[in-house]
């Protein structure tokens, strides 16, 4: 692979608590998605083109990594970037974060730029994370065959059938190729978390009940394969769309008692935002 590769950049989070429970981690969202999902909340990368040299952001990434202040991102690479080596000198004595995850977006729409970016990470000494829709199992399959990967975040729209997850992504053909990245990561024995977000029009309780059967059947067939969570999330409006009232946590809480079997069904509660001045008092 050479140097002239560019990634099409939705934007950084330089620290989550949120994207992976338990970790601290450095989010990059990559612009880009197939899906017409009505109710996204990242609608804004899905489409757009924001490029920027894959050396410009990997010196940002190894910077960010370990806290330290680094000059806003260019789209052209700024000829008073450090370099790698010696951000990662200047880095190696701060930990900061302790996970990469890569989003969107449908970040494997940039198949080239995720493999170097969990190299990256992987040099870095931090634990790798693909938040992804399934919609390119090939792409998810060459990524675990690289084991750069240590855990997916797999998002389950509604049942794996159509014309439901046409109605929830707004596209044809999905179902299949989702129900594809499922068993490949069942297969490769990756650590999953599956999760469903809960609209108030779908999946409905018997639509998530129909999930974790296909995930029970999963399990018998690979018994060796690391689903560690399935999660429910609440879904909301986003911003400048007709408002809704979420379906509550309660609810939820009664979909994921009648959908449980062998595998637990869990509620995962929105996260606490905190101002950023008490975070920056805290650290």
């Not at 997850?165 to 650590?191: D, F, H, P, W």
């Not at 060796?224 to 939820?252: I, K, T």
Request: hydrophobic fraction near 40%.
């Amino acid at each position: 692979m050479g140097d002239e590769v560019n990634v099409n950049l939705g934007g950084i989070v330089p620290l989550s608590t949120v994207d992976w429970q338990g970790k601290s981690a450095l989010v990059v969202f990559l612009r880009g998605c197939p899906l017409r999902c009505p109710h996204c909340h990242n609608q804004a990368l899905q489409t757009g083109e924001s490029s920027i040299e894959f050396h410009a952001l990997a010196s940002q990434i190894v910077c960010r990594t370990k806290g330290l202040q680094t000059p806003a991102i260019a789209l052209k690479a700024n000829p008073q970037q450090i370099s790698l080596e010696e951000a990662s000198l200047r880095a190696a004595s701060r930990p900061f974060v302790d996970a990469f995850v890569l989003s969107g977006g449908e970040p494997l729409l940039q198949p080239e730029a995720g493999l170097r970016l969990f190299g990256l990470a992987r040099s870095l000494g931090l634990a790798t994370g693909l938040e992804t829709s399934g919609f390119y199992p090939d792409r998810l399959r060459m990524l675990l065959e690289a084991g750069v990967v240590d855990r997916v975040f797999l998002d389950l729209k509604t049942e794996l059938d159509e014309p439901a997850y046409q109605m929830a992504t707004g596209i044809k053909g999905v179902a299949v190729r989702v129900s594809e990245s499922l068993e490949i990561c069942y297969r490769s024995g990756v650590a999953i978390d599956a999760r469903s977000t809960i609209f108030p029009e779908l999946p409905s309780a018997g639509q998530i009940k129909k999930i974790v059967r296909i995930l029970e059947e999963l399990d018998g067939l690979y018994p060796d394969n690391h689903l560690e969570n399935y999660f429910l999330q609440q879904g909301n409006p986003r911003e400048g769309e007709p408002w809704f009232e979420p379906v509550s946590l309660e609810a939820m809480q009664e979909i994921a008692c009648f959908a449980s079997g062998r595998i637990p069904v869990q509620v995962r509660a929105p996260p606490v935002i905190k101002w950023a001045g008490e975070i920056a008092r805290s650290a």
